[in-house]
């Protein structure tokens, strides 16, 4: 039941977490892999590999308000995707 929920919550949030990483640092490595063996650097990859890694921090930001988001787009039905992230984001509460 709820305790089945909970670590199936849980277990998605760790493989977000985990594929965000592996999204941010799979072109860093295809480019140092390339510089080694072939000797050369390709655009496109270094493209991605220079875009992805600012994003790492931003990714897992999303990812750690999302549990918090999903609850208040549950809770407030009728707001839109904008105004429950600023409230997810913004609105702290101590609980």
């Given at each position: 039941?709820?305790?089945?929920?909970?670590?199936?919550?849980?277990?998605?949030?760790?493989l977000l977490y985990v594929g965000a990483f592996y999204i941010t640092w799979f072109f860093p490595t295809m480019s140092r892999i390339?510089?080694?063996?072939?000797?050369?650097?390709?655009?496109?990859?270094?493209?991605?590999?220079?875009?992805?890694?600012?994003?790492?921090?931003?990714?897992?930001?999303?990812?750690?308000?999302?549990?918090?988001?999903?609850?208040?787009?549950?809770?407030?039905?009728?707001?839109?995707?904008?105004?429950?992230?600023?409230?997810?984001?913004?609105?702290?509460?101590?609980?």
């Amino acid at each position: 039941g709820r305790e089945v929920a909970k670590s199936k919550s849980i277990a998605v949030q760790g493989l977000l977490y985990v594929g965000a990483f592996y999204i941010t640092w799979f072109f860093p490595t295809m480019s140092r892999i390339t510089e080694l063996v072939a000797k050369k650097n390709y655009f496109p990859i270094q493209f991605l590999d220079t875009f992805l890694i600012p994003l790492q921090g931003f990714l897992n930001f999303v990812i750690y308000i999302r549990p918090r988001y999903l609850k208040l787009r549950r809770e407030n039905e009728e707001d839109g995707f904008w105004k429950t992230f600023k409230t997810a984001v913004v609105e702290i509460k101590i609980d």
